[in-house]
């Protein structure tokens, strides 16, 4: 896991460098993440100190609630980061990652928030109003 993964934005505007381990994806269907990806978030994790923002052209942030902000492109409207307050990790949208990611859906949060359009599917547990704070990585 000491290759360095890339990823990016839609128009690239926002580019990213992880070099250290991702932590499996969580898919989060509450619904602040259903609203700003318009289906659910699919999100690994990073510790911030394996974590470089190499371009930050476009790179929004928006809270959502008093505990977290969003990191998002203003240019394209890809959906990038999660970070909640004095975390000392990050959430990235797994859709972001260029290439392989070499990583397993573990499972899903937030479940009794997801649409009623959709099946859950993948991974191994799902689970109700479990805070975001779950999604540590290891
Ligand atoms: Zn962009
Ligand atoms: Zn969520």
């Known amino acids: 896991m000491s290759k360095v993964k890339k990823g990016s934005c839609l128009c690239g505007g926002v580019t990213y460098e992880v070099n250290g381990p991702l932590r499996p994806i ?3 269907h509450c619904t602040q993440c259903r609203k700003q ?9 990073v510790k911030l100190s394996y974590f470089t923002v190499t371009s930050d052209r476009g790179l929004t942030w928006y809270r959502a609630s008093d505990t ?5 492109c203003a240019t394209c409207g890809s959906t990038l980061f ?12 797994a859709g972001t990652l ?3 990611t070499g990583l397993d859906l573990s499972g899903h949060i937030y479940c009794e928030d997801a ?3 959709y099946q859950i599917t993948g991974g191994t547990f799902q689970k109700d109003q479990t805070g975001h704070s779950v999604e540590t990585p290891e």
């Open 98 to 100: 260029d290439g392989e």
């Open 115 to 117: 649409g009623d359009y």
């Open 37 to 45: 990806t318009g289906h659910y978030m699919a999100a690994t994790g």
């Open 26 to 28: 969580i898919g989060c």
């Open 82 to 93: 999660w970070q909640a307050d004095g975390a000392d990790y990050i959430a990235i949208a």
């Open 68 to 72: 977290a902000r969003r990191g998002f």
